[in-house]
């Protein structure tokens, strides 16, 4: 049986890399990004379809305590059709009294023991991640590229980076020290001090619908290097990925000779929720929660006595003052708002445009030719079949088509005008799948109620601003107020560009500035991009940060006089 | 005039220093501890004597906005008159206003430059410590050498640390990136990343009456170096000490050329008190605070949409099951009973003793000779005025007289015993001091009513324990439920040592073991000694480790690519 000493040195060399990413910030990851066949073969992407067909229409298994009957009930975006799964209905009670019996063991282990069993959990997350990609279809709607990486590598990167940053905060407190001090009359005083590092207690960990667990895993990581255990807590619809994942880190544990219940899933409906009894729990010392600022900012309020770290969403604005390379921004900014139907909480939503046009590399452009463009370069993704599946892929909830239809008809009351009209469109595998092309709509920048939040839904409001100092005021006030994660800016001026990055730092937001094509222009970069400022109402913590990791553990210190005899 | 990167080299060494300091928990400081002629010459404590003496009944003159009226009425403990100063009444809101403009150039400066101001103010105090001592004994009731200390050098080493901690949670975050991934069609995609630290907000430092600047200074730093000015509340009896500090300090700033709106203070009176319009004003961010487990845990729930870190009091126990050398036991726990008249947040106060008494080196002892012994060695210190003088000082609030009468007429009640009377003592310079030897008192395990909870005057509580295990238990579960800063185990038995470390690891609470005579048991080290755990009722924060500045900035990030045809 490997041990957690063994697992340590087996991972040593992915920590000493993982943590100088972080301090480099350079691109790193020691996971396979990619499911092409071309790196993996074509057994294992099939093995992992077959395997997530296996699980679809029966009970799923997961031995864990405190069962007391069975929940769950998903949809399928693509089918539309229930997955027929059903889970663990789980007595909060039980399974916060079996994590806190799981800590005691957990809390005698050395960071590097901590590091290593978690590294071992992070690789067979990794191994799971054809199946999970499978699961994450089917629950968020996310196509299936997005999915490999969003439930697999991309997002076990950021695991491993809240693992450095919690490594990190731990190894700076040692673990013994001598101390020795004259006092008069006393003399030269030694004391022998040791300092031990103590977790706060259980962790409720609330996974979102959409990427059900790329903030599930830094939130997991993050707790269990640092003593905590994990109550994970699935999106109603978005169970299946992580009970896949708690599963397999349960056996790893168990592998290791340690208690399973350091990590425990709490499935439940949306009919018959159970977050708010583990969040108000007596026992729920930590709340690591990704949704809707709605709820986000609730748990904020009302959870207060419990350390709460929150990543929920904003409405990511984008001011166009002018475009360097005219063909490449439009590329951009039409994948961003088609990129998985504009369901990510970095995809951009509000265009603030200036009314008199803006400048190209080849002259200025009108209000009216830039959204003619980035109109055409979204048109022609969502009217290709195959294009569209791959990036704009399903929507989630039925919800978002609510918005759609919302948004269209107070648009035209609100004196704006729809540009493009959303439709659905035919995904290729799955007739039944529910898709919407995005909807891009002119509003003038009075109708803030309209888009002055988020709209979870492929909507895309282009504002007509006076000009491009108010589109930046107007920006970065809303980023501030209402806020945002991922802001954007297009120009090729210098000064404007300065301006605009002191009035994002005032606003507490950060900014993407001439994002082109080449890349999606919201990735965000384990190791290198701050996810989340913590400044504007878009969240209160960043993934990941020292700020992350460094609370979730105290200090407790022993000391005792050296005898006056010992030798020093 | 000095520059902020001139001070940075003028101090960079002791900063070096302070950081090793931290990472190996050894004594170090760069101030002088003692106030003794013998090191300073006679010149520098006449005039610091003098400079006292030139405030003493007449108005502090502090420049500093939104001044609309004078506050202040404090008593000396040492004479039970007032000192007739009266200081600036603010206005709340134009302090803010203030805080917040002052914060727009600071927020420019590297940590380098912040630690250099911050260590120039820092130097600045010592140099104030002789005058400041004063200050310190007339409104804290403190001895002049822990005046001099514990407003001087031992409190500006605690504020070192939390510069240091700050200063490398900042340098954590590096300035810039050159990050870069292959997106297959995309190609390499290079970005150039840059990171800004920005601070959350004003912060308001609310000091307690007893020891004025010992939290202070690590508040005041651990803000200036992440970002965030601080409005600092004294006291209503310990305003001048404040005033001293604050003064000075805006005078470094604003020879280093800065806006000394960076340190501003509010002062008032208990009659006119203006705390909870401080910590309730909109832009209050942060909240520091020393004093009292009530309000402590006021501000922890009424004002939790802020930052709030407090140190407040608990009961702290000592359990005794033997001593290894009874006359060092015995001498160390006089001392730290009697020391400051048990007004600190680490004297020990509830003594759990095996009734049927405890090893010693030379044979058993009973718990009557324990308390014996004890009270004799008490007795001794509180017979004779000048040994009295300078370890008990006098009693800062005579409502701490209202608390020995209440345990005194209490303790019968409850079927206990007296085993030493409180009484004022003649102070030998101060004739109408105010003062009172400990009141030590056996009381029967039940009587948790008496002391459960911290009684903050110099009574000593002998508790009758049926045995050393149930000894153990109560001690740390009073710790655990009610708090506990400092406590003390006396064992010579190396089992239950280990037991005792477990058990008070499970509690929260940082132990002292086998203390004895030749160092205050109590004495906090900066650098070495972690203060409060943050685990039970006695505070949430720790002066000083990474979480007590990690989150007091966050980061905002920009990211732009590097133009294809650009060198890498």
Same mark, same amino acid.
């Given at each position: ?49 077959? =395997? ?49 019996? +799981?800590?005691?063991?957990?809390? =005698? ?7 290593? @069993?978690?590294?071992? *959990? ?7 991640? %054809? ?32 693992? +450095? ?32 590092? =103590? ?8 996974? /979102?619908?959409?990427? !059900? ?29 992580? +009970? ?12 290791? #000779? ?9 499935? &439940? ?6 977050? *708010? ?10 709340? &690591? ?13 009302? /959870? ?15 001011? @166009? ?68 599946? #791959? ?12 918005? @759609? ?18 439709? !659905?469109?035919?995904?290729?595998? %799955? ?16 109708? *803030? ?6 709209? %979870?839904? !492929? ?14 005021? =107007? +920006? ?8 945002? *994660? ?19 730092? &005032? ?26 400022? #913590? ?9 990941? &940060? ?14 005792? !006089? ?7």
């Amino acid at each position: 049986m490997a041990t957690p000493a063994s697992l340590y040195e087996r991972h040593r060399d992915h920590l000493g890399a993982a943590l100088d990413a972080c301090a480099t910030r350079r691109q790193w990851s020691p996971f396979r990004e990619s499911p092409s066949s071309k790196i993996h073969g074509e057994e294992k992407p099939a093995e992992g379809k077959a =395997r997530f067909d296996a699980l679809l229409g029966k009970p799923f298994e997961l031995d864990q305590p405190g069962t007391i009957g069975r929940t769950g009930h998903e949809i399928s975006p693509y089918t539309q059709k229930p997955l027929g799964i059903d889970y663990p209905k789980s007595d909060p009670g039980a399974l916060f009294a079996a994590a806190k019996t +799981a800590t005691r063991s957990w809390s =005698r282990l050395t960071p590097e023991e901590r590091a290593g @069993i978690c590294f071992e *959990i992070a690789f067979a997350m990794e191994e799971q991640a %054809f199946a999970n990609a499978h699961a994450t279809m089917h629950t968020a709607g996310q196509a299936y590229l997005m999915a490999f990486s969003g439930s697999g590598p991309n997002a076990l990167d950021r695991g491993i980076e809240a693992l +450095a940053y919690a490594y990190k905060a731990l190894k700076d407190v040692p673990g013994q020290a001598q101390w020795e001090k004259n006092f008069g009359r006393g003399g030269d005083v030694r004391l022998n001090k040791t300092y031990r590092t =103590r977790g706060r207690g259980v962790a409720v960990v609330v996974c /979102c619908a959409t990427f !059900p667990m790329w903030n599930a895993y830094p939130a997991i990581f993050a707790n269990l290097m640092t003593g905590n255990p994990a109550i994970v807590k699935p999106h109603p619809n978005g169970i299946l990925p992580v +009970a896949m994942a708690v599963k397999r880190m349960r056996d790893v544990l168990t592998e290791t #000779g340690l208690d399973p219940n350091m990590v425990l899933m709490a499935a &439940d409906t949306r009919e018959a929720p159970v977050t *708010i009894d583990l969040l108000k729990h007596p026992d729920c010392a930590i709340i &690591d929660y990704t949704g809707s600022q709605r709820f986000g900012r609730w748990i904020e309020e009302n /959870c207060a006595d419990r350390l709460v770290y929150t990543e929920t969403a904003g409405c990511n604005g984008v001011v @166009i003052d002018g475009f360097r390379d005219t063909g490449g921004a439009i590329a951009g900014l039409a994948n961003g708002l088609c990129g998985f139907s504009a369901q990510m909480c970095t995809s951009p939503q509000n265009l603030h445009i200036p009314e008199a046009g803006i400048s190209g590399p080849d002259g200025d452009l009108s209000f009216d030719e830039v959204a003619t463009q980035l109109v055409e370069a979204i048109r022609s993704r969502g009217s290709n079949p195959k294009v569209a599946a #791959g990036l704009c892929a399903a929507i989630q909830a039925e919800e978002s088509l609510r918005h @759609i239809e919302r948004v269209r008809e107070a648009v035209t009351r609100a004196g704006g005008r729809i540009w493009l009209d959303s439709h !659905p469109y035919d995904y290729p595998d %799955f007739p039944d799948a529910r898709t919407a092309t995005p909807l891009v709509v002119e509003v003038p920048a009075e109708a *803030i109620d309209l888009y002055g939040e988020e709209v %979870f839904a !492929p909507v895309c409001f282009l504002i007509r601003e006076p000009d491009r100092d108010t589109a930046l005021e =107007r +920006a970065a006030h809303l980023a501030a107020t209402r806020g945002a *994660i991922s802001s954007y800016l297009y120009s090729a001026d210098p000064d404007f560009i300065d301006r605009a990055q002191d009035a994002f730092t &005032d606003a507490g937001a950060s900014l993407w500035i001439n994002m082109d094509g080449r890349m999606p222009i919201n990735f965000a970069a384990a190791y290198s991009d701050y996810h989340v400022t #913590g400044l504007n109402p878009a969240g209160n913590a960043c993934l990941a &940060d020292l700020a992350f990791v460094a609370n979730r553990f105290r200090i407790v210190q022993f000391r005792e !006089p050296v005898p006056a005899g010992d030798a020093a």
